[in-house]
């Protein structure tokens, strides 16, 4: 079966890239050995400005991914910078992180939810509402 984490984001790439640097990352795409469990799960954007999840269920390793893409890219096109921020949620309530890049650097932040934490009725499944869904919630 496996673990499912859903990413929200886009890791901007400037200068803007070339055809060659598109398609190097392509490649890399392609090949299906940038992790021990076969894939890289990332895409360029519409505007292939960015990278972006594409939105595969099962992603794992996805910031040491980053980091080997970023590392594979800097050998050929040294110019590039990556920046952005993937904001990635678990299938468990509190199984929250980011996957920040700072020139060129990733970096996993763990995310501590705050607020009440709930017990649903149906399935009993734990979650935390924090103070956004709150203020959904209320309208």
């Known amino acids: 079966m496996g673990y499912s984490t859903y990413f929200e984001g886009v890791i901007k790439v400037t200068p803007e890239p070339t055809a060659k640097l598109i ?6 795409i392609d090949e299906d050995e940038m992790k021990a469990d ?4 990332f895409e360029w954007t519409k505007d292939f400005n ?14 040491e991914i980053m980091q080997e893409v970023i590392d594979n890219v800097l050998a050929e096109f040294p110019d590039v910078k990556f920046n952005g921020v993937l904001k990635a949620k678990g299938e468990e309530y509190d199984d929250r992180w980011l996957l920040k890049v700072t020139d ?15 017990i649903c009725p149906h399935c009993e499944e ?6 956004e869904e709150q203020k959904e919630l209320k309208g």
């Open 23 to 28: 398609a190097f990352v392509n490649e890399m």
């Open 104 to 118: 060129n650097v990733v970096e996993r932040e763990e995310q501590v939810l705050t607020g009440p934490k709930v």
């Open 38 to 41: 076969g894939r890289m799960d």
């Open 126 to 131: 734990e979650f935390v509402i924090n103070e």
């Open 50 to 63: 960015g990278l972006q999840h594409n939105g595969v269920e099962k992603s794992y390793s996805q910031d």
